[in-house]
T-cell receptor
Framework: EAEVAQSPRYKITEKSQAVAFWCDPI?????LYWYRQILGQGPELLVQ????????DSQLPKDRFSAERLKGVDSTLKIQPAELGDSAMYLC????????????FGPGTRLTVL | GQQLNQSPQSMFIQEGEDVSMNCTSS?????WLWYKQDPGEGPVLLIA?????ELTSNGRLTAQFGITRKDSFLNISASIPSDVGIYFC????????????FGQGTELSVKP
């Protein structure tokens, strides 16, 4: 069964350090999403890619967060420097395209910033 | 950020009972999705709804797209222990670029 892959599953870091998360979407899915989920809340969109292009990054804190999808397949989300408030679950999702509304999520990366 | 109003926040039920939860929004959505999330895992898609009034089933789960396009409902019949988890509704509207807006979740506990 096709799945969205994410790594690492867990990451503990100290504030001011840099962290990076990786996502490999379901094969053939052109649209890739990064969400952040704070404990007790629903996921919130950080950035959306269509192939290698950013479609929506309006909620991405661009002073410290960056995301790329260079070849339009896998993607990396980076935080530099990490802050205490960045502790959350970072979820990657993919869909066939923006008009295909069914988004499938990976297992997530649980980030703890100390 | 913008979120949907999902209720109830939590439910404690006996195995075998039916469950109902709902989601409301102040704005219209073109698509409603329902997800289940287990602790430490990503959300798993349960049901997708695309038309106002649509009623869709997936096993013991049934969801409806409200006529006003501002709400959706999820029912679980004859609950079992593995139904435990957090259920999220998510709405999508074309004038927001297609991104999903999530509710706060309903935490379901099932007592055997």
């Amino acid at each position: 069964e096709a799945e969205v892959a994410q790594s690492p599953r867990y990451k503990i870091t100290e504030k001011s350090q840099a962290v990076a998360f990786w996502c490999d979407p379901i094969s053939g899915h052109a649209t890739l999403y990064w969400y952040r989920q704070i404990l007790g809340q629903g996921p919130e969109l950080l950035v959306q890619f269509q192939d290698e292009s950013v479609v929506d990054d309006s909620q991405l804190p661009k002073d410290r967060f960056s995301a790329e999808r260079l070849k339009g397949v896998d993607s990396t989300l980076k935080i530099q420097p990490a802050e205490l408030g960045d502790s959350a679950m970072y979820l990657c999702a993919s869909s066939f395209g923006p008009e295909y509304n069914e988004q499938f999520f990976g297992p997530g990366t649980r980030l703890t910033v100390l | 950020g913008q979120q949907l109003n999902q209720s109830p926040q939590s439910m404690f039920i006996q195995e075998g009972e039916d469950v109902s939860m709902n989601c409301t929004s102040s704005s219209i959505f073109n698509t409603w999705l329902w997800y289940k999330q287990d602790p430490g895992e990503g959300p798993v898609l349960l049901i997708a709804l695309y038309k106002a009034g649509e009623l869709t089933s997936n096993g013991r789960l049934t969801a409806q797209f409200g006529i006003t396009r501002k709400d959706s409902f999820l029912n679980i019949s004859a609950s079992i222990p593995s139904d435990v988890g957090i259920y999220f509704c998510a709405g999508q509207s074309y004038n927001q670029g297609g991104k999903l807006i999530f509710g706060q979740g309903t935490e379901l506990s099932v007592k055997p």
